[in-house]
């Protein structure tokens, strides 16, 4: 669903506080996604407490303010995929314009079959040739900036080490207030 619908149907519910469940299953998310944006601080929440229930309930501004900020970042026209593209980029100069399988591998710290299902799936685009799948870069540059790689649920050791390091880049670039390009 897009952001404007789910923006909606939370509005429409005309409460100002949700619980758990309820903003799991007005965004869209698993219970267990909305449990690690509370810990993390993303979301704020108040437990509640009702004899040997307990329950977490979050403000309706803090769950708009949450999408706003994930919405945002999907955009193509975000500060955040601007820094990751360029991120990719600086990653991405020194490479043939052209990869083979084992580059991908090394580059991303994906297994051999990991790769092969995004080149036999389509998600990565590819040229085959022969028995060899050749990726140009520009298909790669855009694999890796697209949601698909973003929202890979087990993510290898390199791929969280550039998000982090994305992330850091991100929020520094943030607090200074924005980027001359």
């Known amino acids: 669903m897009d952001y404007e619908t ?15 469940q309820e903003v799991a299953a007005l965004c869209h998310l698993s219970k ?9 601080g993303v979301l704020p929440y108040e437990e509640q407490v009702d004899r040997l229930i307990h329950t977490h309930v979050i403000k309706t501004t803090d769950v708009l303010a ?25 990653m991405l100069q020194k490479e043939p314009d052209v ?13 051999k079959s990991g790769v092969l299902n995004w080149l036999l799936h389509g998600d990565l685009p590819s040229i085959r040739s ?10 790669l540059l855009d694999f890796l900036c697209s949601p698909y790689y973003r929202t890979i649920k087990n993510k ?11 992330e850091r880049v991100y929020r520094l670039t943030e607090k200074a207030g924005g980027v001359d390009e």
Do not use: W
């Open 156 to 166: 290898s050791p390199k791929q969280k080490a550039d998000m982090a390091e994305i």
């Open 99 to 111: 990869l083979e399988l084992n580059d991908i591998i090394r580059m991303t710290g994906f297994s």
């Open 66 to 90: 949450m999408l706003k900020e994930r919405h945002c970042k999907q955009s193509s026209r975000s500060l955040y995929i601007k820094i990751m593209t360029h991120y990719y980029k600086r």
């Open 130 to 139: 022969g028995r060899f799948y050749l990726v140009p870069k520009r298909y």
């Open 32 to 40: 267990k996604t909305i449990y690690k944006l509370e810990r993390s």
């Open 6 to 20: 789910i923006c909606k149907e939370i509005k429409a519910t005309g409460k100002k506080k949700l619980t758990q």
